[in-house]
């Protein structure tokens, strides 16, 4: 797995969802440290994607 910090999920997110090289892609997800979500790529590697709350 590999994190990755961005300064938009929102934006983070769409870019992801209209990616073709995607296998599968969560929800946005708040917690309480941030916003997050997950893709999965096609061969399997998993991108932990963040926006941290201030």
């Given at each position: 797995?590999?994190?990755?910090?961005v300064a938009d999920i929102q934006g983070a997110f769409d870019l992801c969802s209209r990616s073709l090289h995607?296998?599968?892609?969560?929800?946005?997800e708040?917690?309480?440290w941030g916003s997050v979500f997950y893709l999965w790529g096609p061969s399997g590697e998993l991108l932990h994607i963040t926006e941290l709350g201030s």
């Open positions: 797995m590999l994190q990755i910090c995607r296998t599968k892609i969560s929800s946005i708040q917690q309480h």
